[in-house]
C-alpha cells in the first residue's frame, strides 16, 4: 500500500480566487509553454503599452495593431488567441458570467472554443482562477516532474501513470497538484 503524502502539511501556494476572470485566460495564454520568467515579462511589457497602467480589457486587446503585441513579445500565434479570446468575451460567446457556477466539466467545455484554450490552460483557470479543488493537470510538466521526484519514476510519468499514482487522492487533486509543484520548488520534502 501506498504511503499518504503530507500534501497538507506543508507550505504551497495559496489559492485566491480571480476578481478578473478575463484576467486569468490572458495571463493563462501568455504563459502558454514559456518559462514563468519570461512570461512575467511579456506582461509586464504588455500592461505597460497602455497609457492607464491597467490590465487590458478585451477592448484594449481588440484595438491592438500587429506591431503593438510583436513589440511587447507576444507572437503571431498568441496574439491570434487574445483577439479571439476578447472577441467572444465581447459578443458573449464566453457566458463568463456564468462560469464561477458552472461544473468543472461545464467550464472546459465552455472554453474549449476559445482559440488556443486547451485543457492545460482550462486547468490552470480551474485551480488558479476559479479554486476548483479536485484538478490534476497530468499535462502539465511540472506536475509530472514533481510526481517523477515524490514516487522517485526513472522516467517522467504519462496521464495514465500518474491518474493511478493520484487515485488515493481523488477529491484532492489540486491540493496533490500544488504539493508536486512544491517539491520542484524544493519547499518539500518527497517520500
Not at 5 to 17: A, G, T
Not at 19 to 26: D, P, W
Not at 51 to 79: C, E, L, Y
Not at 110 to 120: A, E
Request: charged share 25%; glycine share 4%; net charge positive.
Amino acid at each position: 500500500m501506498q504511503k499518504k503524502l503530507p500534501i497538507h502539511h506543508v507550505s504551497v501556494r495559496k489559492l485566491y480566487p480571480s476578481k478578473n476572470l478575463f484576467t486569468s485566460l490572458t495571463r493563462s495564454i501568455i504563459c502558454q509553454q514559456i518559462s514563468g520568467k519570461a512570461a512575467q515579462s511579456i506582461e509586464k511589457k504588455f500592461v505597460a503599452y497602455f497609457p492607464v497602467k491597467h490590465f487590458p480589457k478585451p477592448v484594449d486587446i481588440m484595438s491592438m495593431t500587429d506591431d503593438a503585441f510583436q513589440s511587447v513579445g507576444i507572437s503571431p500565434q498568441k496574439r491570434s488567441y487574445l483577439r479571439d479570446l476578447a472577441q467572444k468575451w465581447t459578443d458573449g460567446t464566453v457566458r463568463h458570467k456564468k462560469l464561477v457556477n458552472m461544473s468543472d466539466d461545464e467550464v472546459r467545455s465552455h472554453l474549449i472554443i476559445i482559440k488556443g484554450i486547451g485543457n492545460w490552460t482550462i486547468d490552470m483557470f480551474l485551480i488558479f482562477a476559479l479554486n476548483r479543488l479536485n484538478i490534476l493537470p497530468t499535462g502539465d510538466l511540472g506536475v509530472q516532474k514533481g510526481f517523477q521526484k515524490i514516487f522517485k519514476l526513472k522516467t517522467l510519468p504519462d496521464e495514465i501513470k500518474i491518474k493511478k499514482l493520484a487515485k488515493s487522492y481523488d477529491g484532492e487533486y489540486t491540493q496533490l497538484s500544488l504539493y508536486a509543484w512544491s517539491v520542484l520548488d524544493n519547499n518539500t520534502e518527497t517520500m
